[in-house]
Structure formats: structure tokens, C-alpha cells
């Protein structure tokens, strides 16, 4: 901790093998049901893939603590160039965990941009299917058009 109370400024890299146990109690913030063992399955393919499809980034404090974690995805699109898709972002922090947010949206952007990606969506669950046809219209995404 810094001496004005903030925590450490989180660095962010992408998930290694040898972070995939420890980073564990981060998951289930964000995983309520996955088990440790297909955790480890997920990440583990994850990190075999090609960064172009996608990965799994990790931010510490200066002590190198896990603080927060961020899965994202890369996708081809019908028309134009591929999408970054943020699957989960999971922060957390005792005084700041937007700071931490804020440390792994700024890094995934950068990625996004070095793998010429043109749009970014976000990954919702389908839990509300009254609410989905809300959520397109109010994205951007849909164009509506009519004679009268």
C-alpha cells in the first residue's frame, strides 16, 4: 500500500500456467459453479490458443497478488474487421477495484488493437429474454428503417 492508503498500481499480463490455481478464489467471484478442476480444463485451453482468438489476463498489486482477472475473445464478423468480445471482467480490491477495471480494460483495448479488431461487444447472459430485444436496440448495433 502507498502511503496515501491507495493500493499499488495493478499490472496486468496475460494468464501464465502457473497462475491457473492460485487465481483460482478470483474465478469464483465471477464462476459461482465452476469447479477448480474444470477451471483448469478452460484456462488451461485457453492458453494453448492462438492469442488471436482470444485469452485470459491477470492484474497484481505490487506484491504480486491477484486482483483481478479478464477473459476475453476475438471473433470474425460478417463484415468488416474482428470483434473483441469481453466474456467476464472480475476486480476486485480493498479501497479501488474499478482501478484495477481500469487496468485491464486499458490493456485489453491495446490487444484488441494490435489484432486490428473494429468493434468491442460485451457477453451477457441470456437470463432475460424480455429485456434482450432492450438491450440490442439500445447497443447501437440495430438499424431500423421504415417508408412512413
Not at 479488431?117 to 451477457?124: G, H
Amino acid at each position: 500500500m502507498s502511503l496515501n492508503g491507495r493500493m499499488s498500481a495493478a499490472t496486468v499480463q496475460p494468464l501464465s500456467p502457473e497462475d491457473i490455481d492460485e487465481v483460482y478464489v478470483l474465478v469464483r467471484l465471477g464462476y459461482a459453479d465452476l469447479t477448480l478442476d474444470d477451471w483448469r480444463a478452460m484456462a488451461t485451453r485457453q492458453i494453448a490458443s492462438p492469442e488471436s482468438t482470444g485469452g485470459i489476463l491477470i492484474a497484481r498489486d505490487g506484491g504480486r497478488r491477484p486482483l483481478g482477472l479478464l477473459l476475453y475473445s476475438i471473433a470474425p464478423k460478417f463484415a468488416g474487421r474482428p470483434s473483441l468480445q469481453v466474456e467476464r471482467l472480475i476486480s476486485f480490491d480493498l479501497i479501488d477495484p474499478q482501478a484495477v477495471a481500469d487496468a485491464m480494460i486499458g490493456e485489453v483495448l491495446k490487444i484488441a488493437q494490435i489484432q486490428d479488431c473494429d468493434s468491442l461487444s460485451l457477453v451477457r447472459p441470456m437470463d432475460a429474454p424480455p429485456q434482450a430485444a432492450a438491450l440490442v436496440l439500445a447497443s447501437g448495433v440495430s438499424i431500423l428503417h421504415r417508408v412512413f
